[in-house]
């Protein structure tokens, strides 16, 4: 089954600390993957796609399929990182399944 | 990328009563979608909205309860029929680009069943 799996509810750092955001999936081909962030009162929008492997805002992700995890990190937070973080499976015909998400908070 | 929009933004119905949310994106794309979002819970994707043939629902969700249209390559709608307080959830418009199987989302229409 397709499942994608984000450990954490909550994830409470300080500013310039490091962040990782857990994401684990369960995929029998070759999965691709994507982190989308959802800010206060705006929309859902794609942060970074593991195919490109980009930077976007200082965050990573590198896909480790013998691990099956993808997870989301940042050497150093910032408090306009606080957001919802959900990492994302494409199951076929664009379909996305998608992670329970990880409030990430930011303090000063 | 793709900029799409909803309306309404949000709503409060009574119990009984249908919604229909519509969905625009300001280009032509193959594939959209509709996801329901309750409070503090994930996505779930209710169904793939397909131009020119019936709309592909997951598992637990029905064409009877949740008529939709893709009338075009820009424009879908979505329907709540005969809601209850169950059906309170944000309900979530996407568009496939094709590029890299990514999609993207339109605000969100936030509605409230009493």
């Known amino acids: 089954a397709q499942r994608v799996t984000q450990p954490e509810k909550l994830l409470s750092v300080f500013k310039g600390a490091p962040v990782e955001l857990k994401c684990n999936y369960s995929?029998?081909?070759?999965?691709?993957l994507f982190w989308y962030v959802q800010y206060s009162r705006q929309r859902l929008q794609l942060l970074l796609r593991?195919?490109s492997r980009e930077s976007i805002k200082g965050f990573t992700a590198d896909l480790n399929k013998g691990e099956t995890s993808f997870h989301l990190k940042k050497p150093f937070a910032q408090e306009e990182d606080s957001a919802m973080y959900y990492c994302a499976l494409h199951a076929g015909f664009q379909k996305l399944v998608f992670g329970t998400g990880t409030r990430l908070l930011v303090s000063p | 990328s793709a900029v799409i929009s909803q309306k309404p933004s949000r709503d409060i119905c009574q119990r009984g009563t249908s919604l229909t949310i519509q969905c625009q994106v300001d280009s032509q794309v193959t594939m959209m979608f509709w996801y329901r979002q309750q409070p503090g819970q994930s996505l779930t994707l209710i169904a793939t909205?397909?131009?020119?043939?019936?709309?592909?629902?997951e598992s637990g969700f029905v064409i009877d309860k949740f008529p939709i249209s893709r009338p075009n390559l820009t424009f879908s709608t979505l329907t709540v029929s005969n809601m209850s307080p169950e059906d309170s959830s944000i309900y979530l418009c996407?568009?496939?680009?094709?590029?890299?199987?990514?999609?993207?989302f339109g605000p969100g229409t936030r509605l409230t069943v009493l």
């Open positions: 909205a397909n131009q020119g043939s019936e709309a592909t629902y």
């Open positions: 996407s568009a496939g680009t094709g590029a890299y199987n990514e999609q993207f």
């Open positions: 995929y029998s081909g070759s999965p691709e």
């Open positions: 593991h195919i």
